[in-house]
C-alpha cells in the first residue's frame, strides 16, 4: 500500500517561485505540522519554489525527515504573456489539455510530468510520501485520477489543502483531508 498526501502550499505574496508565505502563510504551515502529527511519513518532496519549501519546512524539521526538491512539481505554466482573463484561458485548459499558450505549457504536459513524480513513488520502497506542490499542477493530477476534478474543483482548493492518494497494486482512492 503507498500513501501519496498531496499538499497544496500555504498562502504565498504572490506566484513569483521566489515568492515567499504571508505571515498568515505560515500560521497555515504551523497548523498542517500538527495536523500532519499523526501521520507516518517516510519522504518529503517539494515544489522548488519558496512557497512550497516553506509549507513543509516546520514539519520536515520536526520530524527530522530531508525535503527532497524537484523540479517536476513546480507551478504550471499557462504563458509568459499576461492574459487578462488569464481566467477564462485556464479553463479553457480543463476542456482541451492540449490547448497551449505562447509560452506555456498545456495541460497534459503539466500532468504528466506530475503523473511521472507518481509513477516513480509506487516503483519506490517507501510506502508515506508527502508530495508539496501548487494548485494547478495538483488538480492536473487529481483529474488523472478522477475525471470529474477540472476547474471548478481547482477554483475550491484552499491554501493549503492535503489529499491522500492511496495506491494498492493497481486500484487507488482519493480523498481531501484537509478541511478548510
Known amino acids: 500500500m503507498k500513501n501519496i498526501y498531496l499538499i497544496r502550499h500555504c498562502e504565498a505574496t504572490g506566484q513569483a517561485l521566489d515568492a515567499p508565505l504571508t505571515e498568515e502563510g505560515f500560521i497555515q504551515a504551523s497548523a498542517l505540522t500538527n495536523f500532519l502529527h499523526d501521520k507516518q511519513i517516510d519522504r518529503i518532496i517539494s515544489s522548488s519554489f519558496l512557497r512550497a519549501i516553506q509549507t513543509i519546512k516546520p514539519f520536515a524539521e520536526k520530524r527530522n525527515i530531508e525535503i527532497e526538491q524537484d523540479n517536476r512539481l513546480t507551478e504550471r505554466i499557462l504563458s509568459s504573456t499576461f492574459f487578462p482573463d488569464w481566467m477564462d484561458k485556464l479553463e479553457a485548459t480543463f476542456r482541451d489539455f492540449d490547448l497551449t499558450y505562447e509560452g506555456g505549457e498545456s495541460s497534459r504536459e503539466a500532468m504528466n510530468r506530475i503523473v511521472e513524480v507518481i509513477n516513480e513513488l509506487v516503483e519506490s520502497d517507501f510506502e508515506n ?52
Open 129 to 180: 510520501t508527502i508530495i508539496v506542490a501548487h494548485g494547478g499542477i495538483l488538480s492536473l493530477l487529481l483529474n488523472h485520477f478522477d475525471k470529474k476534478f477540472g476547474f471548478e474543483q481547482w477554483k475550491n482548493l484552499s491554501n493549503p489543502d492535503v489529499y491522500l492518494l492511496s495506491m494498492e497494486h493497481k486500484t487507488f482512492q482519493i480523498e481531501r483531508l484537509w478541511k478548510a
